[in-house]
């Protein structure tokens, strides 16, 4: 029998306290896994609940109420498109109170719908249009019902117009920091030039910086310019150095390459510009899809700088659109967690895609070759 002095021999094996850790590690990532998942399932149970039961508890008790993505995607309404000869197709019919059907039937002014709060709003009902001498051309009638489409009814937007601004200054941005980080870290890397360690120490301090500091000059600077209600200020910074940080994960990348490649590629006769684009750059392929996801996340999940620069409706983002769910009356919750169910769907993808390389860049981040 072991006494206090003596361990006990079972813990004595290499083996067994190899696996005693590894399960313990197992433990905490799938506590941590947990803790990570719960708020997510907890939002797309919300987007399927009827209104009245958004904070009932237990959170899994589901309507599957799945007509509240399509409620929350047509917020402002459904469009109503032209037929092939020119005429307005009818909007489906609004849900009208009891004892309402027959003031409608009876020709009323004013139709009932209900509102995605679930009171009863009036809306002006569309009078027929005045016969025309001139007939629509069937591409005119596509361009008009694509234009209806994505800026949905009476042109006050919709999330499809949100959702390509979004894509676009997601878009603009990943070529600008991919562009212009991947040179600047090159630069610090490979080029050897006086004061080039001073010059990193700077960039990188400019990360200490917080934004709330240059929010304000910012935006008088784009204001004299005349860029304000425009994706100026939104997409055209990333074409000058990309971020501190994207600078500083690409030039860890570069230092772990070997320079044996540079000076062979030079013995080759190959440029500066030849070394960078055709030896570096795919060598980096991980890192630079590592930047690239930051770039997407942070774009796509961008509500300050829309909301600061944008005014215009239909220039709004997806996060500047899930804003509208709110009023003074009241938070419509399910619509909104629905939507942000929505808005959610195209990162998770990207990141599921680009796992593999995210990984690797991150991990292989400044280890010397």
Known sequence: MPTASQPNAFWLSKRRQAGARDALAFTVIMILSIMMIIPLAWMIAISLKEPQNVFQMPPWNV?????????AWYLQGKPQYLSLDGEATPAPAPAMAPGQGSAAAAGAPEAVSASPSGSAAPIATSAPAAPSDEKMSTM???????????????????FWLYLWNTLFI?????V????SSAVVA???ARLRFPGRGWLFVLVLATMMVPGQVTMIPTFILFSKLGWTNTFLPLTLPAFFGGGAYNVFLLRQFFMSIPPDLDDAAKIDGCSTFGIFWRIMLPLTKPALITVAVFCVVYNWNDFMNPLIYLNDSHMFTLSLGLTQFRSLYGTQTHLMMAASTI???????????????FIQGIATTGLKG
């Open 140 to 158: 005119d009638i596509v361009v008009e019902n694509l234009k209806r489409f994505i800026m949905g009814q009476d042109n006050k937007g919709s």
């Open 63 to 71: 309507d599957w109420k799945w007509s509240n993505y399509s409620e």
């Open 170 to 174: 997601t878009a603009v941005n990943v």
């Open 186 to 188: 090159y630069a610090f």
């Open 343 to 357: 808005t959610l769907m195209p990162l998770m993808i990207i990141f599921l895609i680009g796992q593999r390389y």
């Open 176 to 179: 600008g920091v991919l562009s």
